[in-house]
C-alpha cells in the first residue's frame, strides 16, 4: 500500500509538464500493465502494454509530446530502480506502435 502511495505521489510531481502535451499520469496509466515486461519478465509484452503503448502514441503528435512523454519515462522509471529501461524503447516495435522513444537513460536530455 505505502508503494503505490508513493508510486502515486511521483506521478503527479512529474504530471505537471508542458501544456497541452500528455500528463505524465495519462502515460503511466497506460502504461501500467507493461510494468511486469518492464521489469525484465516475458520475452514480449502483453495486449494490455501495447493497447496501452497504442494509447500513448496516439497522444503523441508532435515534439513537445515526445519529450513530455520522455521526460515521465525517464522520472518514472529511475524512481522505480528495477525497471530495466532498454526496454522502454522497444515498446513501440514490438507493439508495432508509430512512436519514437529514446532510449531511457540517467543521462538522456529530452530536450532534444
Known amino acids: 500500500m505505502t508503494r503505490t502511495v508513493g508510486f502515486l505521489a511521483i506521478l503527479l510531481l512529474v504530471s505537471g509538464s508542458a501544456m497541452g502535451a500528455p500528463s505524465c499520469m495519462v502515460v503511466m496509466q497506460n502504461l501500467t500493465p507493461c510494468l511486469a515486461y518492464l521489469r525484465g519478465s516475458g520475452s514480449g509484452p502483453s495486449k494490455a502494454c501495447c493497447n496501452g503503448v497504442t494509447a500513448v502514441g496516439k497522444v503523441s503528435k508532435g515534439k513537445g509530446d515526445r519529450q513530455a512523454i520522455c521526460m515521465c519515462l525517464k522520472n518514472v522509471a529511475f524512481s522505480f530502480g528495477n525497471i530495466d529501461t532498454s526496454r522502454i524503447s ?23
Open 90 to 112: 522497444s515498446l513501440p516495435k514490438k507493439c508495432r506502435v508509430q512512436i519514437q522513444l529514446p532510449p531511457i537513460s540517467a543521462n538522456i536530455d529530452c530536450s532534444k
